[in-house]
T-cell receptor, first 112, second 116 residues
Framework: QKEVEQNSGPLSVPEGAIASLNCTYS??????FFWYRQYSGKSPELIMF????GDKEDGRFTAQLNKASQYVSLLIRDSQPSDSATYLC????????????FGKGTRLLVKP | NAGVTQTPKFQVLKTGQSMTLQCAQD?????MYWYRQDPGMGLRLIYY???????DKGEVPNGYNVSRLNKREFSLRLESAAPSQTSVYFC???????????????FGPGTRLTVT
């Protein structure tokens, strides 16, 4: 059973701090990794994806991938109250481009 | 450019009734998906269509059927609704990114379905 694990939270951080969201996956054949943000009552919105080991930065967001440890993370710098949402990690298996496994999400609360 | 649209936004059904959820995308994507999202369960893939004319089962296909009507439209049908199908249903579409290693999925606004 292929699994994607996330801490459900809530993760509470003060405004301006760095929020660190973590995700582990079970299948070593996983190839691409995605972070989605979902506000309450809304649909998931793609933040960024990563498929090479290391860091990928996009504005205040940095995705980190460590395939040896089967671990992917999302860092949010200078956290804002508007970043309060549930963050979903999704994994795409190699050779199965249409098969995405989603984690259950981590709820982030940024307090003013 | 509306992206992915879904109808209806809300629906209440009685057990045993049937209905079709509609989805359309205007991004010229080849691939389309149907997910359900339940509290504590995350997003689970029901069916997907890799390209026009093809459909395949996902993780939880039982009780559902799909039709890829054309490149733009992908519908989900519940033939005999059950309370266990109470959920939020999301349609998504994707295209292979330039790097050819990722499929960036874009989601519709969702349909909240309650089966009593």
């Amino acid at each position: 059973q292929k699994e994607v694990e996330q801490n459900s939270g809530p993760l509470s951080v003060p405004e301006g701090a760095i929020a660190s969201l973590n995700c582990t996956y079970s299948d070593r054949g996983s190839q691409s990794f995605f972070w989605y943000r979902q506000y309450s009552g809304k649909s998931p919105e793609l933040i960024m994806f990563i498929y090479s080991n290391g860091d990928k930065e996009d504005g205040r967001f940095t995705a980190q991938l460590n395939k040896a440890s089967q671990y992917v993370s999302l860092l949010i710098r200078d956290s804002q109250p508007s970043d309060s949402a549930t963050y979903l990690c999704a994994v795409n298996m190699k050779g199965q481009g249409f098969s995405f496994i989603f984690g259950k999400g981590t709820r982030l609360l940024v307090k003013p | 450019n509306a992206g992915v649209t879904q109808t209806p936004k809300f629906q209440v059904l009685k057990t045993g009734q049937s209905m079709t959820l509609q989805c359309a995308q205007d991004m010229n994507h080849n691939s389309m998906y149907w997910y359900r999202q339940d509290p504590g369960m995350g997003l689970r893939l029901i069916y997907y269509s890799a390209s026009e004319g093809t459909t395949d089962k996902g993780e939880v296909p039982n009780g559902y059927n799909v039709s890829r009507l054309n490149k733009r439209e992908f519908s989900l049908r519940l033939e005999s609704a059950a309370p266990s199908q109470t959920s939020v249903y999301f349609c998504a579409s994707s295209e292979r990114a330039r790097q050819a290693l990722s499929y960036e999925q874009y989601f519709g606004p969702g349909t909240r379905l309650t089966v009593t």
